[in-house]
C-alpha cells in the first residue's frame, strides 16, 4: 500500500518534544533546520503544510538555565511562555533560509469548542496557507495545560486538521511505531495499516509514552479516529527516519497507514457532532422528528411540544423525539425564551408572536445534525 500522504494537498505534521530537543534538555537546531527543510521540500512538491509543534518547555528551561523540568504546574507554563518565544525564533529563522514566512498560532482545545473562535480560527489558518506561510501551533500553555499534563497535542493536532479540512495528519514520534502485541511478550508485530477509528487500535495502543513525550501511542491512535471525522488519513511515522516528509509524500509507506473510511462530515456538522455542551433541548412531536431523520428538512417552531433549559440565539441545542431519545443536534434560531412563545406555531406566526421574524426555522438544515 502506498502511503496515505501520497494524494494529500493540504497536511498537518505534528512533531513532538522529543524530536526538537535534545533529550528534554533544549532546543536542537540541528532538529529544526531538519524539519525546516523537509517542510520547505513538501511545499516545493505542491503541498500545503502546517506545522504543530511542541518544545516550548524544554527551550523555556534552557533559557531559564533550569536543569530539571519542574513538577509545579504554574513553573512549567513559565517556562513554556519564555520557551514558546525561542522555539518560534528558531523555526522563523530555518524557514527563512528556504524563504518561506513562519506564523505563530497558539491555541486551546476549548478555542476550537467556540463556533465563533473556531471560524476565526479556521479563516486565519486558510489566509495564512493562501498566502503561502506556514503556521507553526503550539497550545497556548499560559490558559491551557492540557499538553503539559497529558502531552496532548495529538489532540491539538487532529482538531486542526477537521479546522482546516486536511488531506493527512502526520504524526511524527520517537517511539518504534505500533505493535499488534506487546513486544516484551513475545512475537509481536508492526502493525502496517489499519482503518482509523479501528478500536483494535486502541487495544493495542494502551501503553503510555515516554517521560519527554508524554502522548505515548493511543492518543496518536485516538487523533487518527478524530482526524477520519472530516476524512483525513492518519500517518505515525518515526521522526528519526531520514527525510521521512517528503518520503511520505512521495508515497513510501513508512509507519502504520490509518486510513479514514467513514464518510465525512462537512466541517461545519462535524464541529456540531463535537459540541458536548448543549444549552436546552426541544422535544420534537412525530412529524417533525419525520421530517428531520426522514425527510432531511429543518426544524420549525410547529414541530416543537417543549422547550428546557436557557439559551441564546446560535447556541446548540439537542432535539429529542417524544420518548426523549436524542436525534439531533442543531444551533438554533431562537432563544429559548423566543422559542417557549413561538412553539406549535406556524412559521407565519412569528411575527405576530415575537413582532419579528429572523427566519421561518427553528433550526436550519445547514445547521443540523443527525446523532
Ligand atoms: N506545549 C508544551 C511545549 O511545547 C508542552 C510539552 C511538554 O509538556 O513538554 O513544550
Not at 181 to 194: H, I, K, N, Q, T
Not at 218 to 230: F, G, H, I, Q
Not at 286 to 302: C, E, N, Y
Not at 316 to 323: G, N, T
Request: aromatic residues 2%; neutral net charge.
Amino acid at each position: 500500500m502506498a502511503s496515505v500522504v501520497a494524494g494529500a494537498k493540504r497536511i498537518v505534521v505534528k512533531v513532538g518534544s522529543s524530536l526538537v530537543t535534545n533529550e528534554g534538555r533544549g532546543l536542537d537546531p540541528e532538529a529544526l533546520t531538519r524539519w525546516a527543510g523537509q517542510i520547505a521540500e513538501l511545499r516545493r512538491m505542491g503541498r500545503e503544510a502546517v506545522l504543530v509543534s511542541s518544545g516550548a518547555i524544554a527551550a523555556g528551561m534552557q533559557r531559564l538555565g533550569w536543569k530539571r523540568r519542574p513538577h509545579a504546574l504554574h513553573e512549567l507554563q513559565a517556562a513554556a511562555a519564555v520557551g514558546q518565544m525561542g522555539l518560534i525564533q528558531m523555526y522563523e529563522s530555518c524557514f527563512r533560509q528556504h524563504d518561506l514566512l513562519t506564523s505563530q498560532v497558539l491555541l486551546t482545545h476549548e478555542d476550537l469548542a467556540d463556533r465563533k473562535r473556531y471560524l476565526n480560527a479556521r479563516s486565519t489558518l486558510r489566509t495564512l496557507l493562501g498566502l503561502g506561510v506556514i503556521p507553526i501551533i503550539n497550545e497556548n500553555d499560559t490558559v491551557a495545560a492540557d499538553e503539559i499534563r497529558f502531552g496532548d497535542n495529538d489532540t491539538l493536532a487532529a482538531l486542526v486538521t477537521n479546522l482546516i479540512e486536511a488531506d493527512a495528519l502526520v504524526i511524527l514520534t520517537d517511539q518504534e511505531g505500533l505493535f499488534d502485541g506487546d513486544p516484551r511478550r513475545g512475537a509481536a508485530r508492526l502493525v502496517a495499516e489499519g482503518r482509523a477509528g479501528d478500536p483494535a487500535l486502541e487495544a493495542m495502543a494502551g501503553g503510555t509514552g515516554s517521560a519527554i513525550a508524554l502522548g505515548g501511542m493511543l492518543t496518536k491512535v485516538l487523533a487518527a479516529k478524530r482526524a477520519a471525522r472530516s476524512g483525513a488519513h492518519t500517518v505515525i511515522a518515526s521522526g528519526r527516519e531520514n527525510d521521512v516528509l517528503p518520503r511520505l509524500a512521495r508515497g513510501e509507506p513508512i509507519g502504520p497507514q490509518l486510513v479514514a473510511e467513514r464518510a465525512t462530515l462537512a466541517a461545519r456538522k462535524q464541529w456540531l457532532a463535537d459540541q458536548l455542551q448543549v444549552r436546552g433541548t426541544l422535544t420534537l412531536d412525530a412529524g417533525a422528528v419525520k421530517a428531520l431523520t426522514v425527510q432531511g428538512k429543518s426544524l420549525l417552531p410547529i414541530g416543537v411540544s417543549e422547550v428546557t433549559g436557557e439559551f441564546d440565539r446560535g447556541e446548540a441545542v439537542s432535539c429529542l423525539d417524544e420518548s426523549r431519545r436524542e436525534i439531533a443536534r442543531g444551533l438554533v434560531n431562537y432563544s429559548s425564551a423566543e422559542t417557549r412563545r413561538i412553539l406549535r406555531a406556524p412559521s407565519s406566526e412569528i411575527e405576530a408572536r415575537l413582532g419579528y421574524v429572523d427566519e421561518p426555522e427553528l433550526i436550519h438544515r445547514d445547521n443540523l445534525v443527525l446523532v
